[in-house]
């Protein structure tokens, strides 16, 4: 099964339209959202797939953003968030801080054992890696506000190998 990771969408809704138009073209029904999606209008992009996300520090309005995700049948959570899916135990973390402060936490989250993937968003810089055999996954930023560049992951929950999409 393959999962789309998504993160700092910070309400470009051009760019949230064009990620989950890849992910219908490429039968891809799921997404994690990593933070800081913003609003409920942008949060509605994804209300057609199953969405499980977190609030990051940007996601001011979180009761309207939980009812609509509520509404929608999506899971949007404060982080971190874990899960289980396919077997694999997968923590949805969006960041805290620093760049340093936040990669030093999701280092620990890995080194714990507990997680097969932690994936994180906030410092809207591409980050794969391994680490006490788990996967650590910042798929970049999907705005493209801060590096110019636009990028989200596609998660094979099975193999777990991770392919960037740029776009």
């Known amino acids: 099964m393959k999962v789309a990771v998504v993160s700092d969408t910070h309400d470009n809704q051009d760019a949230a339209r064009k990620v989950a138009e890849i992910l219908r073209n490429r039968n891809i029904n799921t997404v994690f959202h990593l933070g800081d999606i913003i609003s409920p209008f942008t949060l509605r992009i994804f209300s057609d797939f199953r969405y499980y996300g977190v609030f990051g520090n940007n996601d001011g309005e979180k009761l309207l953003l939980k009812r609509v995700a509520d509404e929608h049948g999506m899971v949007i959570e404060e982080q971190p968030h874990t ?85």
């Open 83 to 167: 899960l289980e899916m396919e077997g694999k135990r997968i923590l949805l973390y969006h960041g805290s801080g620093s760049i340093e402060k936040t990669r030093k936490i999701v280092e620990n989250f890995a080194k714990s054992g507990e997680y097969d993937a932690v994936l994180y968003g906030h410092t809207h810089r591409l980050d794969m890696r391994r680490i006490n055999g788990a996967l650590i996954l910042n798929p970049g930023e999907a705005c493209g506000y801060l590096t110019s560049k636009r990028s989200f992951a596609i998660l094979d929950l099975k193999t777990m190998e991770v392919e960037i999409v740029e776009f």
